[in-house]
């Protein structure tokens, strides 16, 4: 297991928006005793999924639970350079393809109960990997573990990899960002959840400045100019840190697909604590 430290903003730390997502946890909390898988997308890059899907993750885990965060935008993930987590080397892709353990992706970071897998280098087919039997497999491992677990997703309006992820979650909560989104752009994201059958939670309004200043108008700003830019310039590159993963790994591969007995809990899950 890898170790991480989180570098939250100030206005991450804000009073008024932990206690925004603190309802937004207790709402998920009330939908069900089975909702204990949640992916979050958006429509378009820079809405804040990202956000929501950490913030959401961190106040599960300040509230008691084992709570895993899982950076499935493999196509272009911003959490590594955002939290200052240079020191992460392994991500979902390595595990996806077969090259490390489930247990050795997770990292344990200073915020109590709160776990990430971070994305990994980019690889090839994130739909293919995402949608296969290795992924499946590691979110039924988790469920042992943990007592929840947050996917981050790319937005659905540029990629399928949220509907295929989607479908595999016991929820999904889509983040539309104020005053940015058309309600038949939103219906249309909407639309492709349901045809995907996924179970939709509900929707979180963004970026909404309520009082024409503050945190929200100020971090909603930011982090729109610089996620949307950075992801539409970047999107399905990984800088320096690209490998090229086959589809399939082969007998070419050091580290070839687990096998199913590979695959059983107990095993791919060493080292990981259960959940109480």
Sequence with gaps: ????????????????????????????EFSGQNVKVVSVTSCTPGE?????????????????????????DMRKSVLVGR???????????????????LSSVICETDTPNLYVIFSGPVPPNPSELLGGRIFSKALENMKQVFDYIIVDTPPLGSVIDAAVVAKQCDGTVMVI???????????????????AGAKMLGVVLNKVDIAGKGY???????????????????????????????????ATVTDPEP??????ELNYLAGVMRKD
């Design 1 to 28: 297991m890898q170790n991480a430290k989180l570098h939250f903003s100030q206005s991450e730390n804000n009073y008024q928006i932990k206690e925004a997502y603190k309802t937004l946890r207790s709402n998920i």
């Design 216 to 250: 929200y108008g100020h971090y909603g700003n930011y982090y729109g100019k610089y996620y949307g830019k950075y992801y539409g310039k970047y999107y399905g590159k990984y800088g320096e840190d690209n490998i090229d993963v086959p589809t399939k790994p082969n």
């Design 48 to 72: 804040g999924k990202t956000t929501v899907a950490m913030a959401l993750a961190r106040a599960f885990a300040e509230a008691g639970k084992k709570t895993v965060l899982v950076d499935a």
């Design 259 to 264: 096998d199913e007995d590979d695959l059983d």
């Design 177 to 195: 960002e104020s005053n940015a989104i058309s309600y038949r752009f939103a219906q249309r994201v909407k639309d492709q959840l349901d045809k």
């Design 83 to 101: 939290y200052k987590t240079g020191s992460v080397r392994l991500g979902l892709t390595h595990c996806l393809v077969g090259r490390e353990r």
